[in-house]
């Protein structure tokens, strides 16, 4: 069968409910609507559906909703949410303190300033920035290049004297 196009106006409840009565029996490809101030223009494409249709709307005898695999309640977390993965920082023994004090640093400013820790330094940031242990401003903006100006010039200096220093500050 081909593809029908028809248009509504619909503009309270029983023209919708006409939109709905003239969808039984139909099959949509496509819909679109637009508000034109005093309703919705609807645009429907479709064709009819000759698959034979029981009194109560089931397809065939059957039950035309789909079946459900499994309750919603039983299904575990880690069905529901991908995984997480978090980034291990590749770094000697020795470093791991002051990746983590700069970690816990990152992460104390970001819920100052209400922005996600990233926003600041990601973590292969802070690991290139515990490699490299830059000296100055400069060798550290190469290594920060995703964050603000805003923020670099206000935590530039306290990240290069943490880094110095191998101790943790907390954020001014």
């Given at each position: 069968?081909?593809?029908?196009?028809?248009t509504?106006h619909?503009?309270?409840?029983?023209?919708?409910?006409?939109?709905?009565?003239?969808?039984?029996?139909?099959?949509?490809?496509?819909?679109?609507?637009?508000?034109?101030g005093?309703?919705w223009?609807?645009?429907?494409?479709?064709?009819?559906?000759?698959?034979?249709?029981?009194r109560?709307?089931?397809?065939?005898?059957?039950?035309?909703?789909?079946?459900r695999r499994?309750?919603r309640?039983?299904?575990?977390?880690?069905?529901?949410?991908?995984?997480?993965?978090?980034?291990?920082?590749?770094?000697?023994a020795?470093?791991?303190?002051?990746?983590e004090n700069?970690?816990k640093?990152?992460?104390?400013?970001?819920?100052?300033e209400?922005?996600?820790?990233?926003?600041?330094?990601?973590n292969?940031?802070?690991?290139?920035?515990?490699k490299s242990?830059?000296?100055?401003?400069?060798?550290?903006?190469?290594?920060?290049?995703?964050?603000?100006?805003?923020?670099?010039?206000?935590?530039?200096?306290e990240?290069?004297g943490l880094?110095?220093?191998g101790?943790?500050?907390?954020?001014?």
């Amino acid at each position: 069968m081909a593809l029908q196009i028809k248009t509504f106006h619909v503009t309270d409840a029983a023209s919708e409910e006409a939109v709905g009565t003239f969808l039984q029996g139909k099959r949509v490809h496509h819909w679109q609507s637009a508000f034109s101030g005093n309703g919705w223009d609807m645009l429907i494409a479709f064709e009819e559906d000759h698959r034979r249709h029981d009194r109560d709307g089931s397809r065939d005898g059957r039950d035309s909703r789909p079946e459900r695999r499994e309750p919603r309640g039983q299904r575990s977390m880690a069905e529901r949410k991908p995984e997480r993965i978090e980034h291990l920082p590749e770094l000697p023994a020795e470093d791991m303190p002051l990746y983590e004090n700069i970690r816990k640093w990152r992460n104390t400013v970001a819920r100052e300033e209400k922005i996600k820790p990233y926003i600041l330094f990601n973590n292969k940031q802070l690991e290139d920035l515990v490699k490299s242990k830059p000296k100055d401003a400069d060798s550290l903006k190469a290594i920060t290049t995703d964050i603000t100006p805003e923020h670099f010039q206000k935590y530039g200096n306290e990240l290069l004297g943490l880094v110095s220093s191998g101790a943790a500050v907390t954020p001014a």
